[in-house]
C-alpha cells in the first residue's frame, strides 16, 4: 500500500491506496509519507446558507394570482417574456430558464391574465419556486 495526501476543497486527507494489475496485489516497496500539516484554521471553508452572497430577490410584481408557475427544476432565468396585466395565451412562453445548459420554455399552463412575475432575468431559481402568477 502507498500512502498520499489529497486535497478536497482546501481540506487535507491520507488515502492509502494498492496498487492491482492483472488481479493480483502488486507489494510497492514502502514510502515516507508526507507529514499532513493540520492547518489552524481550514484554507477553504464551504460557504454557509446565511453567508452566500446575497442575490437581489424581487419584490413580487402585482398580486397572487390563482394559477401559480413554478420552476420546474433549479436553474437560471434567462429572460422573463411577461409583464404584469399582460394578457397571455395557453402554452404562451412566460419566462426561459436554463437549467443543465438547456433553455426550457415556461409557458403558460392556461389562458389568463399575468397577475405578479416573481423573478428576474439572471436570477438563480430553485425547483418549485414560483415564477409567475396568473388570474
Keep these: 500500500m ?10 487535507e486527507y491520507v488515502v492509502e491506496l494498492t496498487q492491482v494489475e492483472g488481479g493480483q496485489e502488486v507489494q510497492v516497496a514502502p514510502s515516507t509519507p508526507a507529514p499532513v500539516a493540520t492547518p489552524a484554521a481550514p484554507v477553504a471553508t464551504p460557504v454557509k446558507a446565511a453567508e452566500k452572497p446575497a442575490t437581489p430577490t424581487p419584490v413580487a410584481s402585482g398580486s397572487a394570482g390563482a394559477t401559480k408557475v413554478e420552476a420546474p427544476m433549479p436553474g437560471t432565468i434567462l429572460s422573463v417574456k411577461v409583464a404584469v396585466g399582460q394578457s397571455v395565451k395557453q402554452h404562451e412562453v412566460l419566462a426561459v430558464l436554463e ?14 391574465v399575468v397577475a405578479s412575475v416573481n423573478v428576474n432575468s439572471g436570477q438563480s431559481v430553485d425547483s418549485g419556486q414560483l415564477l409567475v402568477s396568473l388570474d
Design 2 to 11: 502507498k500512502k498520499f495526501i489529497a486535497k478536497v476543497n482546501g481540506k
Design 99 to 112: 437549467a443543465m445548459k438547456m433553455e426550457n420554455d415556461i409557458v403558460a399552463p392556461k389562458d389568463g
